[in-house]
């Protein structure tokens, strides 16, 4: 146990210095993964594991890996808060989009659903600028929009290629999504404080793009699950529900403006 007490004490030092998912990279984690997978992932121990597994989890992939990968970590968290430490993150999260994929991601975590989740999660803000510029520019440049769309698919190939074929960078990706982001949440708010007077329902839009802002925070500032099961990412994933409900609300009071607006100007035609 002493043995065991230090190494924590050090990786704790070290946190700081580091990089990746400090609870992937304890000693005591590693070495009860590999105790766990040669008594229980192999033979007859393997295969005992299989007629116990429940179906459901049979069908999402669950290995005898993950399933060790998975005791492991409680064992871990046991040791950091019994020793006074915080509890550590593991596989890059405690518990960081279309739906879809996201919800395949955290059914099942592999590098294929890893990378769907997070390349979706990029197309998803991209697009966001795009309508953004639609709305703003398009009405009036047509031509401005196509370029601008053109522009978006190509950075959203070259995100995509560098992340598949050079190097998947978890810091980089965050980066470049929080930049395009920002960028998404100024055209957004610009385009609403010059127009609320006039069109009162964009002020619909003034607080969704605030308020995802806000839980965006979730994201970057992570704490340990509530109960071991709400953490700072399935907090945030909760909180978009009724958030998306309300940009809707504003795409529906701004279609119909923009459609009582062009009967208006045909009437005047």
């Avoid at 522009?151 to 995100?159: E, I, P």
């Avoid at 982001?181 to 404080?193: E, M, S």
């Amino acid at each position: 146990m002493a043995g065991r007490t230090a190494r924590l004490v050090l990786l704790a030092g070290a946190a700081a210095l580091a990089s990746g998912s400090q609870g992937d990279r304890e000693p005591v984690y590693r070495d009860c993964v590999d105790r766990c997978e040669e008594r229980n992932c192999s033979g007859g121990a393997l295969r005992h594991f299989r007629s116990r597994q429940p179906i459901y989890m049979s069908l999402a992939g669950w290995t005898c890996q993950d399933d060790c990968k998975y005791e492991c970590m409680w064992v871990t968290v046991g040791l950091y808060l019994k020793e006074g430490h915080k509890v550590p993150q593991f596989h890059g999260k405690v518990s960081l989009n279309a739906w879809f994929w996201s919800t395949v991601f955290h059914t099942k975590d592999t590098d294929l659903t890893e990378k769907m989740d997070y390349f979706c999660a990029s197309t998803v803000i991209l697009h966001s600028v795009y309508l953004c510029c639609v709305r703003t520019v398009g009405l009036q440049h047509p031509a401005v929009v196509s370029a601008f769309r053109a522009l978006l698919l190509l950075m959203l190939t070259a995100h995509v290629s560098y992340l598949s074929l050079v190097r998947f960078d978890y810091g980089y990706n965050l980066a470049a999504n929080v930049a395009i982001g920002l960028v998404n949440v100024v055209w957004w708010l610009a385009w609403c404080l010059r127009n609320q007077h006039r069109l009162p329902h964009v002020r619909k839009c003034m607080v969704v793009v605030l308020l995802l802002q806000g839980l965006s925070l979730l994201e970057l500032l992570d704490f340990p699950p509530f109960f071991w099961v709400l953490d700072a990412h399935a907090i945030w994933h909760i909180s978009t529900i009724p958030v998306h409900v309300l940009f809707f609300s504003f795409l529906k009071d701004d279609s119909l403006y923009l459609l009582k607006e062009s009967e208006t100007k045909v009437k005047l035609d």
